[in-house]
């Protein structure tokens, strides 16, 4: 991710080589102590030797390592596709709606016909701070019901409700509607699988339809289907806000 930043910044060179995707970091960290790697000109065979992929020139064998282009996508991703690098059923995945020939995965998953904000991108640092539980992503969800929800309900899915065994709640909960309690609008930090789904089945609700409106403050501001990359700024805000 470190590219896309506006502030210049270091990485470790093993990291750096193993980022560019030529190999793992621990053949990286052979190759360094086997004296095969030079920055600048000089060689170098401390482990955890700090470079600047803007900058530096980093050369293996004597030949150049080029850093690794990070790329970060946001979808407004339609029904009817899987949310996978690779299906085996052979449907129609997410990455296959991005033109791109560079390898990009899914920033945790929404289900098959379940539509809206998706990311994707290359970068695994990236997406593991927007997956990791400890950083309570906000997940903001449209809800349609297949009966109308009562208001001690709505309570319950605020309080906490137990779903496979651990509880698990919503931060806000709404009605949409003047005229029928069956659309909601929920906010989640929890990205357990079929989370908004599984809350309502809790209380003996099915989800008829689920839109995702903003994840990690990424609206869909793009028609469904369509998708735009992230710009420098949005990307630093979210390195800035969940990194450690
Ligand atoms: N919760 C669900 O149940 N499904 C989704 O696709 C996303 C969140």
Redesign the pocket.
């Known amino acids: 991710m470190n590219q896309m930043m506006n502030k210049p910044v270091s990485t470790r060179l093993n990291k750096f080589i193993a980022d560019s995707g030529i190999c793992s970091r621990r053949k990286a960290e052979e190759m360094i102590l086997s004296n095969r790697v030079s920055v600048n000109g000089k060689n170098v065979t401390q482990l955890f030797y700090k470079v600047n992929p803007q900058k530096d020139k980093v050369f293996l064998d004597g030949e150049k390592i080029e850093p690794k282009r990070h790329l970060y996508f946001l979808l407004n991703k339609p029904a009817g596709v899987v949310t996978t690098t690779d299906d085996e059923k052979k449907r129609k995945t997410v990455v296959e709606l991005i033109n791109t020939n560079e390898k990009i995965f899914p920033v945790g998953?929404?289900?098959y016909n379940?539509t809206g904000v998706l990311l994707l991108t290359n970068d695994g640092e990236f997406s593991n701070l927007l997956t990791h539980p400890r950083n309570k992503i906000p997940?903001e969800?449209e809800v349609k019901l297949d009966r109308h929800l009562t208001d001690a309900d709505m309570e319950k899915l605020e309080t906490g409700v137990f779903i496979d065994g651990k509880r698990g709640r919503f931060e806000k909960i709404s009605f949409t509607s003047r005229n029928s309690k069956k659309f909601i609008n929920v906010v989640a930090t929890e990205g357990r699988n079929?989370?908004?789904?599984?809350m309502f089945a809790a209380l003996s609700y099915t989800?008829v339809a689920?839109n995702?409106l903003s994840f990690a403050g990424f609206k869909a501001d793009i028609p469904l289907g369509a998708y735009r990359t992230l710009t420098r700024n949005e990307i630093s805000g979210v390195i800035s806000k969940y990194g450690k």
């Open positions: 998953r929404l289900d379940t997940r969800y079929h989370f908004v789904k599984n989800v689920l995702r």
